[in-house]
């Protein structure tokens, strides 16, 4: 039988502006769809038997060093990252524009604030433009059994 690994997503809005959260990834994981260097919304995998609010408590721990935020509660869709691994995207408000809390750590770095079409423009990880895509979009219950996949080779700009 297959591996299926399950994980949530979130899209994070601004407090004032139109500006998203995104965060670099530091480790490479392939198999993951992702490589030291991309860019990507914060992504975390469930752990067995966890449900997702409690790995969506668990990512803003420890990628977000828990900053303030409301969940909108809106459930954009499931995503197929890559074959075996799917990632549930949510929606969540900031409560502060102030990055400077947030601790760099082994997974990911450099968050910042970006306009969704800007982030679309960056080197991102796998499923991570079909999600930004699709909250552009104002789409809910998107099912997507394919996201493209990127360059494994950083762009230069």
Known sequence: MATRIRGVALIIKHPETEQILTLRENEDKPWLGKLAGMWSTPMETIHDGEAHDATIRRLIHEELSDMPMSLFGNRIGAYLI????????????????????????????????????????????????????????????????????????????
Do not use: F
């Open 82 to 157: 890559v074959p075996g691994i799917w990632a549930t995207l949510y929606t969540a408000h900031s409560a502060t524009a102030d990055l400077t809390a947030i601790a760099d750590n082994n997974e990911v770095n450099s968050h910042a604030w970006v306009h969704p079409k800007e982030a679309l423009e960056l080197w991102l990880r796998r499923g991570a433009p079909e999600m930004i895509q699709d909250y552009l979009d104002h789409r809910t219950g998107v099912i997507r059994r394919y996201c493209i996949a990127p360059s494994m080779e950083e762009p230069i700009i």
